[in-house]
């Protein structure tokens, strides 16, 4: 079955309004572009063995971010103006400062 035909048998598709493209408008001569997203890969230590992750995820890298490195991170993103942070990567809750650091995020905007 092809998408268009897969489409046609879902009933919310048929309520949704008419698409209009998937064209990027070129900003405003003059406007500085920012980033609207951070995908941030806080850590890779994981505690868990997914399949989806396989060997990739388990031990921390010996050069990951300190605390002070990574608010510093959290500040110049927020000076560039991104909207969202994405954390990603092992399970962040094993470094201690996954608090601070989201919580620094948060109150940077």
């Known amino acids: 079955m092809k998408l268009r035909e897969a489409r046609r048998r879902l009933p919310v598709v048929e309520s949704l309004p008419p698409g209009r493209g998937r064209r990027v408008l070129p900003p405003p001569r003059g406007a500085v572009q920012r980033p609207a997203l951070a ?11 997914c399949k989806a992750c396989g060997p990739r995820a388990g031990v921390a890298r010996p050069d990951e971010l300190t605390t002070e490195e990574a608010l ?13 942070v994405a954390l990603i990567g ?5 470094r201690a400062d996954v608090l601070g650091s989201s919580d620094a995020s948060a109150s940077a905007g």
Do not use: K, N, P
């Not at 092992?90 to 094993?94: D, N, T």
């Open 39 to 49: 995908v941030w890969e806080f850590t890779r230590a994981c505690d868990q063995r």
């Open 72 to 84: 510093r991170l959290v500040d110049e993103l927020a000076e560039l103006g991104v909207g969202e």
């Open 90 to 94: 092992g399970e962040a809750y094993l």
